[in-house]
């Protein structure tokens, strides 16, 4: 296990908190933030959700490994999806690169958090419910991880803290960034100026930390009336 200089990745079921968690440890150690599912919906020009609807899970859950399989970051927070642990050629990958930290939660907590199951693009069978997908990962996410925290009745600032404390990492106030995002320069060729016109990815990341008091704003805006910068000098602002 390599600590300090590793990167710190985040795994969980959906509702657990990778995003909001990551985003503020992230913040408290100066590091960089990466979120995998912002980078699919990205790299794919559609919303988790919309992938399932025209493809179903078993694509959504390829593209991910694809994604987490090219991803080039270090000394980075990491936030996974929730099935990222489907692919075991993936969580190895990520094994390599860093720690991986188990964010576990109870089902009634979880269900508390989640009010979208149906339309939150989760890469499920269409049958399974909340209970069977919960059923179904709880092993694959032991299996994989390196530390597990019950965060059942953890503020998100106490989970951070653990995290640290486990892996003896400095903390301080910072502005950090969401950088260059892996992999979206091959949009360049494919009608680059259309898509940021017709996916928000400020809203993408935004959804994900929604009630965490952080500031989120991207530079520089190099289309006129865009919602988004030129991809390939991506940097989202956390402060």
């Not at 179903?56 to 991803?71: A, F, K, P, T």
């Not at 009010?115 to 049958?127: E, I, M, S, V, Y």
């Not at 910068?229 to 602002?237: A, K, N, R, T, V």
Request: with cysteine; charged share 20%.
């Amino acid at each position: 296990m390599v600590q300090n200089q590793s990167n710190i990745i985040l795994i969980g079921m959906p509702g657990s908190g990778k995003s909001t968690v990551g985003i503020i440890l992230a913040k408290m150690i100066s590091r960089d933030f990466v979120d995998t599912d912002v980078i699919i919906q990205i790299s794919q020009g559609r919303s988790l959700q919309d992938i399932v609807n025209r493809k179903g899970h078993m694509v959504l859950r390829q593209i991910e490994e694809d994604i987490l399989l090219n991803l080039k970051c270090f000394n980075h927070v990491i936030a996974t999806g929730g099935s990222a642990i489907y692919s075991h050629s993936a969580m190895n990958y990520l094994k390599s690169q860093g720690d991986i930290v188990f964010l576990d939660v109870d089902l009634p907590t979880l269900r508390s958090r989640i009010h979208n199951f149906g339309t939150r693009g989760l890469a499920k069978q269409p049958d399974q419910t909340f209970a069977d997908l919960f059923e179904e990962r709880g092993n694959l996410y032991k299996k994989y991880a390196d530390f597990m925290i019950d965060c059942s009745n953890l503020k998100q600032e106490e989970i951070c803290s653990t995290i640290i404390d486990k892996y003896g990492l400095d903390s301080s106030p910072f502005c950090g960034t969401l950088t260059n995002i892996p992999q979206v320069n091959s949009l360049r060729d494919n009608g680059v100026a259309t898509f940021l016109q017709d996916f928000d990815i400020l809203q993408v990341i935004q959804d994900n930390i929604a009630g965490t008091g952080i500031a989120v704003r991207l530079q520089p805006e190099v289309f006129p009336g865009a919602k988004n910068p030129g991809l390939g000098e991506l940097q989202i602002l956390i402060c």
